[in-house]
């Protein structure tokens, strides 16, 4: 399985954040914004935990979502659906992917803990299509000090206790 696949599979729900050029320069940005934002400390976003259902998926419910727009400006807001099962506790944490020195990524904001449910699991349509259609867990407004780039949200649960294991 390529990194593409990996990523889109697994129980990362990717947000894209873009601005236009019309608003950083409204905004006052310098020209060398994005070789400035890459020069700051960097950060992983890769998944170190992921459990398929079975081993002919790369699918897993224990944690999954998905957002509700692919592109925003500054200010916009962007409802983020998430399903645990069993209901859970998760965070979500957000990146912004670039250089970073190497590290592919950058820490933008954690949010959470927030409370998860089980949602459910949509009937196959048309063309194997699944259309969730679930209750939005958290809504994220896209802060004025974000630049334009390729956002990526990971999730994960939070266990009850030390013994637990999370995903």
Same mark, same amino acid.
């Given at each position: 399985?390529?990194?593409?696949?990996?990523?889109?599979?697994?129980?990362?729900? +990717?947000? +894209?954040?873009?601005?236009?050029?019309?608003?950083? +320069?409204?905004?006052?940005?310098?020209?060398?914004?994005?070789?400035?934002?890459?020069?700051?400390?960097?950060?992983?976003?890769?998944?170190?935990?992921?459990? !398929?259902?079975?081993?002919?998926?790369?699918?897993? #419910?224990?944690?999954?979502?998905?957002?509700?727009?692919?592109?925003?400006?500054?200010?916009?807001?962007?409802?983020?659906?998430?399903?645990?099962? !069993? +209901?859970?506790?998760?965070?979500?944490?957000?990146?912004?992917?670039?250089?970073?020195?190497?590290?592919?990524?950058?820490?933008?904001?954690?949010?959470?803990?927030?409370?998860?449910?089980?949602?459910?699991?949509?009937?196959?349509?048309?063309?194997? /299509?699944?259309?969730?259609?679930?209750?939005?867990?958290?809504?994220?407004?896209?802060?004025?000090?974000? !630049? #334009?780039?390729?956002? /990526?949200?990971? /999730?994960?649960?939070?266990?009850?206790?030390?013994?637990?294991?999370?995903?």
């Amino acid at each position: 399985m390529d990194r593409r696949d990996f990523i889109k599979t697994t129980s990362a729900a +990717a947000i +894209a954040v873009g601005t236009r050029t019309a608003v950083s +320069a409204a905004s006052g940005a310098q020209p060398d914004l994005i070789r400035t934002e890459n020069a700051r400390a960097g950060a992983s976003f890769q998944l170190t935990r992921v459990i !398929p259902d079975n081993a002919k998926s790369y699918r897993t #419910s224990v944690i999954e979502g998905y957002c509700s727009r692919q592109s925003l400006k500054v200010g916009e807001k962007i409802d983020i659906f998430v399903s645990t099962r !069993p +209901a859970a506790e998760f965070q979500i944490e957000v990146f912004r992917m670039g250089w970073y020195g190497g590290a592919g990524s950058r820490l933008m904001t954690t949010i959470g803990p927030l409370k998860g449910k089980e949602q459910p699991v949509p009937e196959m349509g048309e063309q194997r /299509l699944r259309e969730c259609q679930w209750e939005a867990s958290t809504t994220l407004e896209i802060p004025a000090d974000w !630049p #334009s780039g390729v956002y /990526l949200g990971r /999730l994960t649960t939070l266990p009850e206790s030390p013994d637990k294991p999370y995903w």
